[in-house]
């Protein structure tokens, strides 16, 4: 039963995939951590800490709106979780703050972390001026060209910003340089900023990103008495995703539905749908689908949302895909690109172009099915405004 089946079997494996595939240098430090994150997990007053800074400078719980016009134009009922109301923008900060908790716990003096559209760098930005710590933010100088107000705010926040040539010199490239100096530094905290990578990071990040799913099951319950037919995520390293589908992955009446960039879509070879296109490989630490070349090596993705342009994804949405339990979805530019006009709108909130992958997938799913439906905002789209006033 499916039930069973996702329990994890061994410490950091999702059935087949995950694990840790690093070397020897960083096995230590991982360990170290891992043992941190059990004990700081269990302990009352390191969650009660966590909640307390979630609900005080965060500002959750996000509000679950009901988005009325979509819902009338679809012909469903939707939901909107508002993760593009939390301090910052987008969900990101949720694991950032939890992640900067237990790096002061295990007395860090620096923060390393990755970034793609920015938001990651500038939620862990926060939290290490938050507390204190020294942060040095790696990114890909095309991305750093794609998002410079989020160059900008990280270098505001004291963050020291290192960007990369290597590759295409996006988020693939940044994490490959972040692992390069994290084996050179192993005394340094790596704040790693999706569901991905080698254990414990896709159990950590999901932990911290589970209030999502607490919240809005909740909320749904609150407002409407009963459990939504269907849910929707993007999903770039999928922990916006799996932060939502975590509260509702034993209710199988639940319908789970995630959405991929999808680039210039199938048969163009430019996409970043890992699911839908990749194949299982090692790749960055972990065992789990990845967009591939003809001789089965991990290559480069595309999308137009720095966020979801990224060759892997999390090692429990592989085995979420392999099980069934969860559908994942290819939307193109184009598709995002429309359901960012139309949320902005119909709504008056202008999503982040990684969720607006996530609204294109609803609202054609959705299509007078008459469905009670969440759809998780992960971002708003501050940060996409400039380049769709280029395009326009
Ligand atoms: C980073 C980001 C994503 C993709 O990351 P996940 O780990 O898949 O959630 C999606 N939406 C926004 C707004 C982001 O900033």
Redesign the pocket.
């Known amino acids: 039963m499916f039930r069973e089946e996702t329990i994890i079997q061994k410490e950091g494996y999702f059935g087949q995939f995950g694990g840790s595939f690093v070397p020897p240098v960083l096995e230590s430090p991982l360990a170290r951590l891992s043992e941190a994150f059990n004990a700081a997990k269990s302990n009352p007053r390191f969650i009660e800490e966590y909640r307390y800074y979630l609900k005080h400078y965060v500002g959750r719980p996000s509000p679950l709106y009901y988005a009325k016009r979509l819902s009338e134009l679809t012909g469903s009922k939707i939901y909107l979780k508002r993760?593009?109301l939390n301090h910052t923008?987008?969900?990101?900060i949720n694991n950032s703050l939890g992640q900067i908790l237990l790096a002061n716990h295990m007395g860090a003096k620096e923060i390393i972390a990755e970034t793609?559209?920015g938001?990651?760098g500038v939620a862990s930005a926060t939290a290490a001026a938050l507390f204190g710590i020294p942060c040095k933010i790696f990114m890909g100088s095309r991305d750093a060209k794609r998002q410079k107000l989020n160059v900008q705010r990280m270098k505001l926040l004291g963050a020291e910003i290192i960007t990369t040539d290597q590759g295409t010199a996006s988020l693939k490239d940044a994490v490959d340089v972040a692992l390069g100096y994290y084996i050179e530094h192993p005394d340094s905290f790596y704040l790693l900023?999706?569901?991905?990578g080698p254990h414990p990071y896709p159990t950590m990040?999901k932990f911290f990103?589970s209030i999502i799913g607490e919240e809005a099951r909740k909320q749904i319950l609150e407002a409407e008495g009963r459990l939504p037919d269907s849910i929707f995520?993007?999903?770039?390293?999928?922990?916006?995703?799996i932060?939502l589908f975590s509260a509702f992955l034993n209710d199988l009446a639940v319908e789970i539905h995630a959405a991929e960039g999808g680039g210039e879509g199938p048969g163009t070879n430019r996409s970043a749908s890992t699911l839908v296109l990749g194949k299982p490989t090692v790749f960055q630490g972990t065992y789990s689908y990845c967009i591939t070349d003809a001789d089965g090596q991990p290559t480069t993705a595309y999308s137009i949302?720095?966020?979801?342009d990224y060759p892997g994804v999390?090692p429990e949405h592989a085995h979420l895909k392999e099980t069934g339990r969860v559908t994942y979805h290819c939307i193109t530019d184009d598709e995002a690109i429309q359901a960012f006009y139309l949320l902005s709108r119909l709504e008056g909130i202008i999503p982040?172009i990684?969720?607006s992958h996530a609204i294109a997938l609803a609202a054609k799913f959705l299509k007078n099915k008459n469905q009670l439906s969440i759809i998780n905002l992960?971002?708003?789209g501050d940060k996409d405004v400039e380049r769709e006033m280029e395009h326009e």
Do not use: P, Y
């Not at 923008?89 to 990101?92: E, V």
């Not at 900023?193 to 991905?196: H, I, L, Q, R």
């Not at 995520?233 to 995703?241: E, K």
């Open positions: 993760e593009d923008g987008a969900h990101k793609g559209a938001q990651h900023g999706s569901a991905v990040v990103q995520a993007c999903v770039g390293g999928g922990s916006n995703a932060g949302a720095s966020g979801l999390g982040a990684e969720s992960s971002g708003r």
